[in-house]
Structure formats: structure tokens, C-alpha cells
């Protein structure tokens, strides 16, 4: 009894009617998901060009900015530290060569990372100090004067 009342259950929720145009509606639902997919996966799928993790800690009167860079050396970085954000860029170009008897292969690659990292407040361009370690960039930078604030004696 229990078979029959799910083929009937089954049953009801198919409709009777034929609808030629069902398919475009799934493909015109798929295409409204692909555009809206967040745009780090398109750009790393995409471009050569990489979004690297980054990590932004209030320390109270300076920021530390962690960025992963692997595999980069840190003379193929450039850094810009602005008023109120941390753009980095960054570099790898790799070549391959080899040659046995009659055989000869060159590869070429490009590995690149690229981001653009909003800070809360603004901050001292000019008191950054930055560091490679492990794949790791480093960045210090001191908050601005304007947004540290200072205490007001109530009378």
C-alpha cells in the first residue's frame, strides 16, 4: 500500500501538461547563477592573475596586513600603501627548457597575484614597513592621527 501511495504522491506532482520551453527556463537559470558568481572564482579561474588570501589586524595604533604570496620572491613584489587601502602585486615568471637527442621542449608560465585590500581607517602612508617571511608579506602601517581621536575632559 505504501508503494501505491508514493507513485500516486509522484504522480501529482508531475504535471500532465507538455512544456517544449521547460529546458530554456533551466538554461536561462543557469546562466541568471553563472553572473552571479563572486567575482574572485571568475578571476581566478580565468586570469593568470591570482586573488591572494589576506589577513587585516588592529593591533590599536597600527594595522598588520598579512597577505599569502607563494612561491614569490619578495624583489618581484610591488607594494602601494595609500591613505586607506593596500594594493599589492605581484610576480612569478617561470621557464623550462630541455633537450635529449632529438627532442627539444620550452615552457613558458606566468603566475601572478593581485589585490587591492580596504583598510578600516586611514592610515600613514610613509610609516609602512613590510616583510617577506615564508610566503608570507607582512605589512605594518600606522593608523593616521585623525582617526586615533584623543580624550576630551568633560567640565
Known sequence: MEK?????????????????FEALDRVDDFFDYAMKMPY???NNYFSSYKTPDADVI????????KIDLPGIDK?????????????????????K??????YYSKE????GY?????LP????PKSAKAKMENGTLRVDVEKSEETKGSEVSVD
Do not use: H, Q
Open 75 to 95: 624583489k618581484n613584489i610591488k607594494l602601494k600603501v595609500l591613505g586607506d587601502s593596500i594594493e599589492v602585486r605581484a610576480e612569478k615568471n617561470e621557464e
Open 58 to 65: 588592529d593591533n590599536g595604533d597600527f594595522y598588520t596586513v
Open 114 to 118: 593581485y589585490r587591492s585590500i580596504p
Open 97 to 102: 627548457e630541455e633537450r635529449k637527442g632529438g
Open 40 to 42: 574572485k572564482l571568475l
Open 108 to 111: 613558458r608560465a606566468l603566475m
Open 121 to 124: 581607517e586611514k592610515v600613514k
Open 4 to 20: 501505491d501511495e508514493k507513485t500516486r504522491s509522484e504522480k501529482e506532482k508531475k504535471p500532465d501538461v507538455y512544456r517544449p
